[in-house]
């Protein structure tokens, strides 16, 4: 951990001299993660030419102790944590233009560094860390597989459990209980569980609709390992399917396999898109997906890079993103199939393996 935390706070500095400045303010508790392992819900990392400084609370002086151990100074401050930052500050020399990650600032924050902060120039900052983020090295690959292993068995468990009868919430509850069961740390996000017409909506939250037979049921969920995340969603059929039911999955099935299939490094978010909403739209849905291919996955659920189709920026070597085509239809309901997936010169490799055929549950 330290070697890879090393070479990150380095490449980080790289970034800091080609901006220009002499720190960096990192906000992001994410970010403050992936830097220095620090797993706590409130800190302030500043991140000089030579020195990191780890400001945090006294709920973890034990906890940033164990975790960052000599990587970084560490100051537990009794007050405010932008008490400690000021203070600091007074006792670095050799700093005068201080970056600041602008996407993760709030108003309050941003008002702090002009009335307190005068004695700095403050140049804001996008995505220095975040570009580091988007490639991942070999242990982050490795806790992402395990959060999707942790998903696929904890679905396997919720669909022997899933009949006619019972409601999302119901659902839900199943679903998280089995990916508690299965080891996850935490839940990445809240669970979508829509059944029928609700699962025409693509962000549904579980409520207490009662599933029917003949009923769509969209799942959509992840696990947490270490931190990072996985994400997963498979649309079933409670009882049989119909034959309009099966001919939109395979459609959405087919989308899956062509974007998971033919996504490389170098190709841009753009044309990566186009891969499976060609496909879908070939077949007279086009209108129906109207959501981007996937998103980037580490540390956050959502996190660069993105499939869309206005983004011209390629995608990474060494890149976890989601392949999610889906066919939405308000009145009737929608199908999803979503896929973590490793992209490398090698080719695409789907770190999250539960089938993709339609299943019909009891």
Not at 126 to 135: C, F, M, N, P
Not at 310 to 339: C, F, K, N, Q, S
């Given at each position: 951990?330290?070697?890879r935390r090393a070479?990150?706070?380095?490449?980080?500095?790289?970034?800091?001299?080609?901006?220009?400045?002499?720190?960096?303010?990192?906000?992001?508790?994410?970010?403050?993660?992936?830097?220095?392992?620090?797993?706590?819900?409130?800190?302030?990392?500043?991140?000089?030419?030579?020195?990191?400084?780890?400001?945090?609370?006294?709920?973890?002086?034990?906890?940033?102790?164990?975790?960052?151990?000599?990587?970084?100074?560490?100051?537990?401050?009794?007050?405010?944590?932008?008490?400690?930052?000021?203070?600091?500050?007074q006792t670095i020399?050799?700093?005068?233009?201080?970056?600041?990650?602008?996407?993760?600032?709030?108003?309050?924050?941003?008002?702090?560094?002009?009335?307190?902060?005068?004695?700095?120039?403050?140049?804001?900052?996008?995505?220095?860390?975040?570009?580091?983020?988007?490639?991942?090295?070999?242990?982050?690959?490795?806790?992402?597989?395990?959060?999707?292993?942790?998903?696929?068995?904890?679905?396997?468990?919720?669909?022997?459990?899933?009949?006619?009868?019972?409601?999302?919430?119901?659902?839900?509850?199943?679903?998280?209980?089995?990916?508690?069961?299965?080891?996850?740390?935490?839940?990445?996000?809240?669970?979508?569980?829509?059944?029928?017409?609700?699962?025409?909506?693509?962000?549904?939250?579980?409520?207490?609709?009662?599933?029917?037979?003949?009923?769509?049921?969209?799942?959509?969920?992840?696990?947490?390992?270490?931190?990072?995340?996985?994400?997963?969603?498979?649309?079933?059929?409670?009882?049989?399917?119909?034959?309009?039911?099966?001919?939109?999955?395979?459609?959405?099935?087919?989308?899956?396999?062509?974007?998971?299939?033919?996504?490389?490094?170098?190709?841009?978010?753009?044309?990566?898109?186009?891969?499976?909403?060609?496909y879908i739209e070939?077949?007279?849905?086009?209108?129906?997906?109207?959501?981007?291919?996937?998103?980037?996955?580490?540390?956050?659920?959502?996190?660069?890079?993105?499939?869309?189709?206005?983004?011209?920026?390629?995608?990474?070597?060494?890149?976890?993103?989601?392949?999610?085509?889906?066919?939405?239809?308000?009145?009737?309901?929608?199908?999803?199939?979503?896929?973590?997936?490793?992209?490398?010169?090698?080719?695409?490799?789907?770190?999250?393996?539960?089938?993709?055929?339609?299943?019909?549950?009891?």
């Open positions: 951990m330290a070697d070479t990150r706070v380095e490449g980080l500095r790289e970034a800091m001299r080609a901006g220009h400045v002499d720190a960096l303010l990192v906000l992001s508790i994410p970010n403050v993660r992936y830097l220095t392992g620090f797993s706590g819900s409130s800190a302030l990392l500043v991140v000089t030419a030579k020195e990191l400084h780890l400001i945090t609370d006294f709920r973890y002086e034990t906890q940033v102790a164990e975790e960052v151990g000599s990587l970084a100074r560490v100051m537990i401050e009794p007050s405010s944590l932008w008490s400690g930052l000021w203070a600091l500050l020399t050799g700093i005068e233009v201080i970056g600041f990650e602008s996407a993760h600032i709030i108003h309050r924050d941003f008002q702090r560094l002009l009335t307190d902060g005068t004695r700095w120039q403050w140049r804001p900052q996008i995505g220095l860390v975040e570009a580091l983020r988007e490639i991942k090295d070999e242990a982050e690959v490795e806790l992402i597989r395990r959060a999707g292993a942790m998903a696929t068995r904890a679905l396997a468990r919720t669909l022997d459990s899933v009949h006619a009868g019972l409601n999302e919430l119901q659902i839900a509850g199943v679903l998280e209980k089995a990916l508690r069961d299965e080891g996850s740390e935490d839940a990445p996000f809240s669970p979508i569980v829509a059944s029928g017409e609700r699962a025409a909506l693509p962000h549904a939250r579980p409520s207490q609709k009662i599933v029917r037979n003949g009923d769509f049921l969209l799942l959509d969920f992840g696990a947490q390992c270490g931190g990072y995340c996985s994400d997963l969603t498979r649309t079933v059929v409670v009882g049989r399917a119909s034959a309009e039911q099966r001919a939109v999955y395979e459609i959405v099935k087919g989308a899956n396999a062509e974007a998971a299939g033919r996504v490389r490094p170098g190709m841009s978010g753009k044309d990566a898109d186009a891969l499976a909403r060609r070939e077949r007279g849905y086009g209108e129906a997906f109207g959501h981007s291919l996937g998103h980037g996955l580490g540390l956050e659920v959502h996190e660069a890079p993105r499939l869309a189709r206005t983004i011209e920026a390629p995608l990474g070597d060494g890149t976890v993103v989601t392949i999610e085509p889906g066919i939405y239809r308000a009145g009737w309901g929608g199908v999803r199939i979503e896929d973590d997936v490793l992209l490398s010169a090698g080719g695409a490799e789907i770190l999250t393996d539960f089938t993709r055929e339609l299943l019909e549950v009891a």
